[in-house]
């Protein structure tokens, strides 16, 4: 069964930071860019970030560059999104998702049901 | 990187078909043909409905179709049953190398 799932997230306070992860299954990972998508609660979807099949080319919204970094680890089948200085901005449902093809820029494929990032002091 | 434009809300009877707009810019929608159209309902992850502004995923109905025109592009739902009764969303790629989602169309079947 192809399958996304995050984990990772939790209540952190303004300023802090937080390691997501979402683990890959039942398709080739190291074929396909993968992305960040996130929902705040009540609104609109959000693209966050994403990068290539060989995580040699990346992309940030505006609203997290410098703050957030992603990455990922093909071996493991695995997807990362580092995120430093959070703001209460940030409260959201964050879903991983694959991209059709190698390029983060393709359509999203695949999503995981996400985990939620909550920042209040 | 500001949204793209949808209308807030569309609705139809069953059988009918609806229109959903997604306006963008020549730096996103009007200059690539990376736009794709999703469905979420509530509690749930979206689903690809569209890709490449008019290709249909494995599985997806072929009462869902896509099209643009210019710096528009549009989702159209043919046949409308309940079960299309969700949030629609909109994304194109970017000339700054990013992707944008547009603000969301909530679909009611009367």
Avoid at chain 2, 98 to 110: A, D, Q, R, S
């Amino acid at each position: 069964e192809v399958q996304l799932v995050e984990s990772g997230g939790g209540v952190v306070r303004p300023g802090g930071s937080l390691r997501l992860s979402c683990a890959a299954s039942g398709f080739t990972f190291d074929d396909y860019g993968m992305s960040w998508v996130r929902q705040a609660p009540g609104k609109g979807l959000e693209w966050v970030s994403g990068i290539n099949w060989n995580g040699g080319s990346t992309g940030y919204a505006d609203s997290v560059k410098g703050r957030f970094t992603i990455s990922r680890d093909n071996a493991k089948n695995s997807l990362y999104l580092q995120m430093n200085s959070l703001r209460a901005e940030d409260t959201a449902l964050y879903h991983c998702a694959s991209n059709r093809g190698g390029s983060p820029w393709n359509a999203f494929d695949i999503w995981g049901q996400g985990t939620m990032v909550t920042v209040s002091s | 990187q500001s949204a793209l434009t949808q209308p807030a809300s569309v609705s139809g009877s069953p059988g009918q078909s609806i229109t959903i707009s997604c306006t963008g810019t020549s730096s996103d929608v009007g200059g690539y043909n990376y736009v794709s159209w999703y469905q979420q309902h509530p509690g749930k992850a979206p689903k690809l409905m569209i890709y490449d502004v008019s290709n249909r995923p494995s599985g997806v109905s072929n009462r869902f179709s896509g099209s643009k025109s210019g710096n528009t592009a549009s989702l159209t739902i043919s046949g409308l049953q309940a079960e299309d009764e969700a949030d629609y969303y909109c994304s194109s790629y970017t000339s700054s190398s990013t992707n944008v989602f547009g603000t969301g169309t909530k679909v009611t079947v009367l």
